[in-house]
């Protein structure tokens, strides 16, 4: 089989849409904190958290990256609306990632330093949400090692607040764990809670 053969049947299935899709904003949101680094030529390393880099001189950067995985998880939860009847899908569903991105937007639009408690409400939401959504909405043959991602996840964040790393660290080891996430929905078109 040809590989444009392989793409137009792998384009046909529309549940393989969910696998590019996750699989996407896991590349996506894996290499922001890199990409922010090499975009950010006035600064000597890495900047304290993912939300000072809104600081950078070239911060249209920032907001492209973050707008893009926002946008990644709504049109990833709105296709899976748009979806759950036509494929069987569970109507728990991913409605959560409508959430997530939207609260990803709120990060973007209430920069740290001039919107702190707002800003810090939305990463909140974003990070901690995505913990949350881990544990819960993950395969039964995948539900252990959610549970322990979405551990990683909460103490990843804690550690930089009792002073062991930046919260740049948290952030992209919570990232990492976002990825994980996406990669391990992406392996099968089961739904949720099944084995």
């Known amino acids: 089989m040809t590989i444009f053969a392989r793409i137009k049947r792998m384009l046909a299935d529309p549940l ?86 939207m609260s990803l937007l709120g990060v973007i639009l209430f920069p740290n330093r001039q919107y702190v408690i707002i800003h810090y409400f939305f990463g909140g939401v974003f990070f901690l949400g995505n913990a949350v959504v881990t544990a819960l909405f993950s395969y039964t043959k995948d539900r252990v090692v959610s549970i322990v991602l979405a551990v990683v996840t909460v103490a990843a964040i804690g550690l930089h607040y009792i002073g062991v790393w930046s919260l740049l660290v948290g952030e992209w080891v919570s990232l990492a764990v976002i990825a994980a996430h996406f990669i391990m929905q992406s392996r099968t078109a089961i739904p949720y809670a099944s084995s």
């Open 16 to 101: 393989a849409t969910f696998r590019i899709f996750e699989r996407t904003i896991a590349a996506v949101c894996m290499t922001i904190p890199a990409l922010l680094r090499l975009a950010d030529t006035g600064q000597a390393g890495f900047r304290e958290s993912i939300s000072d880099y809104v600081y950078m001189s070239d911060s249209y950067i920032y907001g492209m990256l973050l707008c893009m995985a926002a946008m990644l998880m709504i049109f990833n939860g709105a296709v899976y609306f748009r979806n759950e009847v036509v494929f069987g899908l569970p109507r728990a569903g991913k409605w959560y990632n409508v959430v997530l991105g």
